[in-house]
């Protein structure tokens, strides 16, 4: 079956320091690929999304995520973390063939950024 | 971009009881879907709803506990039956994974 997998279930950080957030999905197939933040008692919204083209995606509030196809993984990164990052980032795949169009989360990380 | 609205937002419910959850999309969508979040944990999804047809449930997730319904291609409801404390969960809404926006969720709680 295919599933997602966020390595880091609990990342703490200092402000300013850098952030990557790792992403592996076990899919061969073409896929979608996403990233969700979810910060304290609010709802999900969208960072950033691949679809085709470019590896390298830019989201909202600095995020990027490169894709590799090859290491079937999307993983996100922020050059300098905030005290307002502070968030569970979700990340989420879409196989595309075989019928499937549903949105596949992993499990989460957790990230708390201490001032 | 869809806008999706989501009501209610939050609501409390007794043992016993069912909610229903009403999904609105300011545009026509071919797919909806129905995911849940319980407390910290990740998002699963319950089910595939198609205007005109039977929702298809994932694995774990039965028509009679999750009965959706699916009248056009703006509007969704979901009902959770028959409610028990382990229902308390955030379930949301979500379009097309295209765009993959979700609605604000509801957030259920049973007591």
């Known amino acids: 079956a295919q599933s997602v997998s966020q390595h880091n279930h609990h990342v703490i950080l200092s402000e300013a320091a850098s952030l990557e957030l790792g992403c592996n999905y076990s899919?061969?197939?073409?896929?979608?690929l996403f990233w969700y933040v979810q910060y304290p008692g609010q709802h999900l919204q969208l960072l950033l999304k691949y679809f085709s083209g470019d590896p390298l995606v830019k989201g909202i509030k600095g995020f990027e995520a490169e894709f590799i196809k090859s290491k079937f993984s999307f993983n996100l990164r922020k050059p300098s973390v905030q005290w307002s990052d502070t968030a569970e980032y979700f990340c989420?795949?879409?196989?595309?063939?075989?019928?499937?169009?549903?949105?596949?989360f992993g499990a989460g990380t957790r990230l708390a950024v201490h001032p | 971009s869809a806008v999706i609205s989501q009501k209610p937002s939050r609501d409390i419910c007794q043992r016993g009881t069912s909610l229903t959850i009403q999904c609105q999309v300011d545009?026509?969508?071919?797919?909806m879907f129905w995911y849940r979040q319980q407390p910290g944990q990740s998002l699963t999804l319950i089910a595939t709803a198609n205007q005109g047809s039977e929702a298809t449930y994932e694995s774990g997730f039965v028509i009679d506990k999750f009965p959706i319904s699916r009248p056009n291609l703006t509007f969704s409801t979901l009902t959770v039956s028959n409610l028990s404390p382990e229902d308390s969960s955030i379930y949301l809404c979500?379009?097309?994974?295209?765009?993959?926006?979700f609605g604000q969720g509801t957030r259920l709680t049973v007591v």
């Open positions: 899919y061969g197939g073409t896929v979608n």
């Open positions: 979500s379009v097309d994974t295209a765009t993959a926006f």
């Open positions: 545009s026509q969508v071919t797919m």
């Open positions: 989420a795949v879409t196989p595309l063939d075989g019928g499937y169009n549903k949105l596949i």
